[in-house]
């Protein structure tokens, strides 16, 4: 039987230079399952498929375990997903390579500490237990960069207004020569990646994140030998800074993440100068309400997040949360709208969100594809309701 595009379990194999009991296991995992199964039981592949094997090879090639593998791969090729895919498999390589030469350089010091001293140094061999278990951490920090690409492009591409949420940021933070900068939660360094070329030449920019691999990105996004830039790890509720070390604070989509709002406005008044500026954005109820109102249709089981953010710090609440701590709090609202045609983008944001879509999605992706294409054939709007505080000592 010959279908034009599709292949036997045979040629599919040869063509990715594996066995055909690999690609049988990878069916019987429900890893890789073949795109077309003919009445007699027969199974055909595509060029589909082969993109999502190559995924399936690298990661294991990286030692993740089936069960990360099949959380970490989406059957999709479409050149806006394949390409975002191969970017961030990019990084996790090069992820993977810092952190073996973590573990070359922990075995040079256990080596040598064992032939100086004749006896093994336990703090050293805690240390290479740490760095040899690290798949945990990739896969966590891999789901984490492409959530947060997912969601930067789909603003960026498809947003109504043309001056962009990161350059509209980086307005309102009134950046001038001479300032000290603590950006906190700074995620892969958008903000300042996207505002490189109008950073003055005399200034300080510090970036925190409680991810150290969010900081590796951001390392990589800006170059290392910047010396306006450093990297340090730390969450927002302790800021290991002096009394009045900045001018400027800023807190882009974090603060509801945090669990003790209280200690962070504390922390954040203690070290802003006496002239300096806190900027904090969060989103209303009204954000992107209308990508909810159609996950539900398909299945009404699905909640994109676990929890309504804005209820923690958002529009509605944010100034009388901040006001016992800042004698000024002005909240600027960000004008702006989503307009798209296209179901890969939408997509790609909703398996980037915090709730138990995956579960409901995964194993139906084919028809959640389909239905969302019948959803934006004809255009789809999606609501913006976002905006920054910005608030002084």
């Not at 990715?16 to 199964?37: C, E």
């Not at 001056?163 to 001038?176: H, L, T, V």
Request: hydrophobic share 35%; net charge negative; proline share 2%.
């Amino acid at each position: 039987m010959h279908l034009p595009g599709y292949y036997s379990s045979g040629q599919f194999a040869r063509m990715a230079g594996v066995s055909v009991r690999t690609i049988r296991f990878y069916d019987k995992q429900n890893i890789l399952k073949p795109s077309y199964v003919s009445p007699s039981g027969a199974r055909f592949y595509t060029g589909s498929d082969l993109a999502r094997l190559q995924q399936i090879l690298l990661f294991k090639y990286l030692g993740f375990s089936l069960d990360d593998i099949r959380e970490m791969t989406i059957g999709d090729t479409d050149y806006h997903f394949l390409k975002n895919s191969l970017n961030l498999q990019k990084r996790l390589v090069q992820d993977r390579i810092e952190q073996m030469q973590l573990v070359e350089s922990a075995i040079e010091d256990t080596v040598n500490a064992l032939e100086q001293e004749r006896q093994v140094d336990w703090s050293q061999m805690l240390e290479l237990i740490h760095l040899t278990g690290m798949e945990k951490s990739l896969k966590t920090q891999y789901q984490s960069a492409t959530n947060i690409s997912a969601r930067i492009r789909l603003h960026r591409d498809y947003s109504s207004n043309a001056c962009g949420w990161f350059p509209w940021i980086f307005d309102q933070c009134r950046i001038r020569d001479g300032l000290q900068v603590l950006e906190l939660g700074c995620g892969d360094g958008t903000l300042w990646k996207e505002n490189i070329s109008r950073l003055p030449a005399q200034i300080h920019i510090l970036l925190s994140d409680i991810s150290e691999g969010m900081l590796r990105d951001a390392r990589r996004s800006l170059s290392q030998e910047d010396p306006r830039f450093s990297f340090q790890v730390f969450g927002c509720e302790k800021i290991p800074c002096a009394d009045r070390s900045f001018d400027r604070v800023i807190a882009n989509h974090v603060l509801f993440y945090c669990e003790d709002l209280l200690a962070v406005f504390s922390e954040v008044r203690r070290v802003l100068g006496e002239d300096g500026l806190f900027l904090c954005s969060t989103y209303g109820s009204r954000h992107m309400q209308e990508i909810s109102d159609l996950v539900r249709r398909f299945d009404s089981r699905i909640v994109l997040s676990a929890e309504k953010l804005y209820n923690r710090f958002g529009l509605e609440n944010g100034r009388a949360l901040l006001s016992p701590y800042f004698s000024d709090v002005q909240l600027l609202r960000y004008e702006d709208s989503i307009e798209l045609d296209r179901a890969e983008p939408l997509i790609e944001y909703i398996l980037s969100c915090h709730g138990n879509q995956n579960q409901y999605l995964l194993d139906r992706y084919k028809d959640f594809r389909t239905f969302v294409e019948k959803q934006t054939a004809g255009g789809f709007h999606i609501t913006k309701d976002a905006g920054v505080f910005l608030c002084r000592v």
